[in-house]
C-alpha cells in the first residue's frame, strides 16, 4: 500500500509540473517580447548619405581606420564598395593578413550582390559590371599574403628573443620597451588579445609616471578596439590616480585651454568627434554648430530639420549609431520642454507648426512627457490647448523636508545600531562556502554564529 500510494503521488507530482511547464504566464512573454523588442540587433541600413568617404577616412590612421571603413561598408550600399576598397589599400601598410583576406571575401560579395542586383557600382574591376562602369577590382595576392605573413613571424620571432635577452639582463627599461614593441606589433597583425596582454605586461616595469600613462593609454586604446568599455574606464581612473597627475584642478583647466592643432589622435578620434563644448572644434563641424544656434535660438522646426538631414551621416558612426535614436528622441524631449517652460498654457495647433509636425503626434510626444513626468502640465484634447499644472512649492518644500527628516533618522538609527554591536563586542561571521551552497542554510549560520558570538564573546 505505501509503495503504490508513493507511485500514485509520483505521478500527481510529474503531471502538475508538465502542466506548470505548458501553462506559462503571459506577463513572462510579454516582458521576454518586450526585452527583445528593445535590444537593436538588426543593423539600419543606410541606402542614401552625402558623406565624403576620403576626406571622412584620412581624419583617421590605423585600426580605428579600418573599423570605420569595414562599419560604413556594412551599413551603406552605395559606398559599399568603396569603402572596401579602400580598406584593402590601407591593411596591405599593415601585418594584418586575415582581415585583408576578409575584406576581399566582402568584396566579392558585394560585387556578385551588385551583378545579382543590376546594381551599377563605382571602381569595380574586371570588367562589365551592373551599369556597365569599368574599373580595377583589387585582386587577392596570395604572394603578398605568404610573405607578409613571413615577415611577421620573423619580426615576431625577433621582438620575442630581444625581450628574453632584456629579462636576462635584468633591464627593466629594456623589458618594458619589449613588452611595447611587442603590442605594436600584434596590433598591426590584428592581434588584439595579444596585445592587451603584452601591453598590460609593461605595468611592472615602469619606472616613471610617464610610462605608467603610456601604458594606460596603450591598454585604453586596445580595450576600444575590443569595445570593452568597463576595462577602459579602469585604466583611465589608473591613470588619473597617477601621483605626479593627480592634481585635478590644473588638469581641468589644461583641458578646457586644449588647443585645436595640439589635437592629433588619428588611431582613436578626429578633432570633429571630440566634445563639441570647445569653439574651435565646433568650427570643423559647421552644420552641429548652425543646429546649435537654432536649438537656442528656439527656432525648433529648422534645428530639427537640419538634425535630419545629418542623421544618415551621423548613423555611419560606429560608436554614434547604436545610441542615435535614443540621442535624437532626447534632444526633441529637450526641445519640447524648453518651448513649453515660460507659458501658463500654449496652443497645441502653434506648437505643432514650430516643431513640424501633426497636433495628434504632438499630443502623444506631450502625453509620454506628461506620464514621465518631465512637464507638469495637463492637456485639453477638445480645445487643443495645454496647460500648465499650478504646483504648490510649500507643499512640496514640506514634503522634501519631511522625507529629508525620514531619511535622517534612519541613518542616526543605524549608527546607534552599529555602536551598540561594537560595544558590545558582537561580531557576525560568515561560514566559508562549500560548493555554492543554498542561500537559506548560509543565512541560518550567520544568525548563529552572531548569537554565539554575542552570548560567549570573551571581554579583554
Not at 614593441?181 to 615602469?206: E, T
Not at 545610441?323 to 526633441?332: A, E, F, G, P, V
Request: aromatic fraction near 6%; hydrophobic fraction near 40%; proline fraction near 3%.
Amino acid at each position: 500500500m505505501d509503495r503504490s500510494q508513493t507511485s500514485e503521488s509520483q505521478h500527481v507530482d510529474h503531471n502538475i509540473i508538465e502542466n506548470a511547464r505548458n501553462n506559462v504566464e503571459p506577463m513572462v512573454i510579454d516582458m521576454a517580447v518586450e526585452e527583445n523588442d528593445n535590444t537593436e540587433d538588426e543593423p539600419v541600413i543606410v541606402e542614401s548619405t552625402s558623406l565624403d568617404l576620403e576626406t571622412y577616412a584620412n581624419c583617421y590612421t590605423g585600426l580605428a581606420k579600418l573599423q570605420r571603413l569595414v562599419f560604413i561598408a556594412d551599413r551603406c550600399p552605395q559606398l559599399r564598395v568603396e569603402a572596401l576598397r579602400m580598406a584593402i589599400q590601407y591593411v596591405q601598410t599593415t601585418y594584418n593578413v586575415n582581415l585583408y583576406t576578409q575584406l576581399h571575401r566582402k568584396m566579392q560579395e558585394a560585387v556578385s550582390g551588385a551583378n545579382a542586383g543590376n546594381a551599377s557600382l563605382p571602381d569595380i574591376a574586371g570588367g562589365q559590371v551592373g551599369g556597365g562602369v569599368v574599373a580595377t577590382l583589387p585582386v587577392l595576392d596570395m604572394q603578398w599574403v605568404e610573405s607578409r605573413a613571413k615577415k611577421a613571424a620573423l619580426k615576431l620571432e625577433k621582438l620575442d628573443t630581444d625581450l628574453k635577452n632584456s629579462k636576462v639582463n635584468s633591464i627593466k627599461e629594456s623589458i618594458r620597451r619589449g613588452h611595447d614593441d611587442l603590442g605594436d606589433h600584434y596590433l598591426d597583425c590584428g592581434d588584439l588579445s595579444n596585445a592587451l596582454k603584452c601591453y598590460s605586461r609593461a605595468r611592472d616595469y615602469c619606472t616613471s609616471f610617464r610610462h605608467i600613462i603610456n601604458m594606460c593609454l596603450n591598454v585604453i586604446k586596445v580595450s576600444i578596439y575590443l569595445n570593452n568599455w568597463s576595462h577602459v574606464l579602469s585604466y583611465v581612473s589608473k591613470a588619473q590616480a597617477t601621483p605626479e597627475v593627480s592634481e585635478s584642478r590644473a588638469a581641468a583647466k589644461s583641458f578646457l585651454g586644449a588647443q585645436l592643432d595640439a589635437c592629433d589622435f588619428p588611431d582613436l578620434l578626429s578633432t570633429s568627434n571630440v566634445a563639441i563644448s570647445f569653439k574651435l572644434f565646433l568650427e570643423v563641424e559647421p552644420q552641429l554648430r548652425d543646429i546649435i544656434f537654432k536649438f537656442y535660438e528656439s527656432k525648433y522646426a529648422f534645428c530639427l530639420k537640419l538634425l535630419d538631414e545629418l542623421k544618415d551621416v551621423l548613423m555611419l558612426d560606429m560608436y554614434l549609431a547604436p545610441h542615435l535614436n535614443t540621442l535624437y528622441t532626447r534632444i526633441r524631449n529637450r526641445a519640447l520642454i524648453q518651448y513649453f517652460s515660460p507659458y501658463m498654457s500654449a496652443d497645441l495647433e502653434k506648437m505643432a507648426t514650430a516643431f513640424n509636425t501633426t497636433i495628434s503626434a504632438l499630443e502623444d510626444e506631450l502625453m509620454a512627457l506628461i506620464l514621465d513626468g518631465q512637464i507638469q502640465a495637463r492637456i485639453d484634447s477638445h480645445n487643443k490647448i495645454l496647460y500648465a499644472k499650478a504646483v504648490e512649492e510649500r507643499s512640496m518644500t514640506f514634503e522634501r523636508s519631511l522625507e529629508m527628516g525620514r531619511e535622517h533618522i534612519m541613518r542616526v538609527k543605524g549608527l546607534i545600531l552599529r555602536s551598540a554591536l561594537i560595544k558590545n563586542q558582537i561580531h557576525v561571521k560568515s561560514p566559508p562556502r562549500e560548493g555554492g551552497g543554498g542561500g537559506g542554510q548560509g543565512s541560518g549560520d550567520v544568525t548563529m554564529a552572531a548569537t554565539n558570538s554575542s552570548a560567549s564573546a570573551p571581554r579583554n
